[in-house]
């Protein structure tokens, strides 16, 4: 059942802007994630910034983002690289909500982390001087989150897609007066009107060039 929802997901090109999904689904999808996607001794260091459909200018604020960061990056002109097709990560722009992945820090540790800490455990994410160092740790547990709310989304026919190509630099952020802590993953969900075609050329690695069973 669970490789059988996974299998029906599709890379978005375009949103429909018209669909309605109720803030109350996605709620409850995000709190059924939360439930039970594993996190290392509970911290979940990560904050979801969650925009609907009202917030369309951050969302354009993203994209420029986006499209910044790969014009950075690649030293092309973004203008003239996309004047026939847009970027993939356009999807941003005709989302019915987008979710900013950003870290935590954890002021307000539970009482068996607070034990762990006075036996001489080390927490990175409850201190800001060692945050830094666990944004590897953060970004890994975002990738676990967003996978099942991806899941449960797909059962409720509602599309995802994920951006990786922003600027993690927080300078770059100004105009979201809620990314405090460095942004790790950008997530879409909504209705699809367009997806990604299939390509026979664009093909993932072979499984045992991923998959190597040791002798």
Known sequence: MIFE??????????YDTASNIPMAMINNLLRQAWQVT???????????????????????????NCLNNEGRSDGTDIIKKYAKY??????????SYLLIFTQ??????NLYQIDAMRRGCTFECTKEETLEAAYTGAALEVGMFSDVFGGLC??????????LCFSRNLDYWSEFPFVT???IMLMTAGKAKVYKGTNSINLRPEFER???FID
Do not use: W
Not at 104 to 109: A, S, T, V
Not at 154 to 163: G, R
């Open 181 to 183: 802590r460095k942004p």
């Open 154 to 163: 797909q059962e409720k026919s509602i599309d995802v897609s994920s951006v």
């Open 104 to 109: 935590r820090l954890e002021d307000q540790p």
């Open 86 to 95: 847009p970027p993939f990560y356009s999807n941003i722009l005709s989302c």
């Open 210 to 212: 991923i998959v190597n």
């Open 38 to 64: 594993p996190s290392k001794n509970n911290f979940m260091p990560y904050t979801i910034h969650v925009l609907g459909p009202q917030h369309q200018h951050y969302k354009n604020l993203a994209y420029q």
């Open 5 to 14: 929802t996974f299998k029906k997901r599709r890379a978005v090109l375009e």
